[in-house]
C-alpha cells in the first residue's frame, strides 16, 4: 500500500527535505525502508519505515546501491518486524539517527548504532560495512 500524504510530509519534515543519501532537495520520493514482496504490504508504511531520497537513489537502492543502503539503514530486510531497531546515517547530519514513532530522528553516536545494527543483523551488517566501504567504530 502506498503511503499516506501525511506520514509522507512528516518524514520529509523529519529528514530536513532532503535526499538521505545525496542531500540534494530536488526530485523527492518515498522510500519504504522495509523491502516489499510481491503484492505490496497490506497497510501503508509508518514514519518509522519511511524514509526520504532523491529519484535517482530510490531507483538505485534497489540495483547497485543495495549494498550500503542496508549498511546504512535506508533500506531494512523485510523480516525485521520494526524498523525502529534499524538506525540510519543522514548525511546531512553526518552521522546516525534512530527514528522514532513520533516523527523524531534522534543523533545517536557510531558505537550505538553499530550496536543497534548488530542486535539485528549480527555479522552480516559488518560484512555489508566491508563490502560497500562504509566505517565501522572499530575500523576506520
Ligand atoms: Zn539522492
Known amino acids: ?4 500524504a501525511a506520514t509522507w510530509a512528516d518524514t520529509k519534515d523529519r529528514d530536513n527535505d532532503q535526499c538521505a543519501r545525496c542531500s540534494t532537495r530536488y526530485s523527492l520520493t ?3 525502508r522495509r ?11 509508518s514514519i518509522v519505515d519511511s524514509l526520504t531520497l532523491c529519484f535517482d537513489c530510490n531507483g538505485r537502492c534497489e540495483r547497485d ?20 531497531r534499524v538506525p540510519v546515517f543522514y548525511p ?7 527514528l522514532t514513532k513520533g ?10 548504532a553499530a550496536q543497534m545494527m548488530r542486535e539485528v543483523y549480527g555479522p552480516e551488517w559488518d560484512q555489508w560495512c566491508a ?8 575500523r576506520k
Open 92 to 98: 546531512h547530519l553526518h552521522g546516525w539517527a534512530r
Open 35 to 45: 523491502a516489499v514482496g510481491m503484492g505490496g504490504s497490506p497497510t501503508p508504511p
Open 131 to 138: 563490502e560497500a566501504g562504509v566505517r565501522t567504530p572499530e
Open 103 to 112: 516523527g523524531e530522528a534522534l543523533r545517536i553516536h557510531a558505537t550505538e
Open 65 to 84: 546501491l543495495q549494498t550500503i543502503a542496508l549498511a546504512y539503514g535506508w533500506k531494512v530486510r523485510r523480516w525485521v518486524g520494526d524498523p525502529g
Open 1 to 4: 500500500m502506498r503511503v499516506q
Open 30 to 32: 518515498h522510500q519504504h
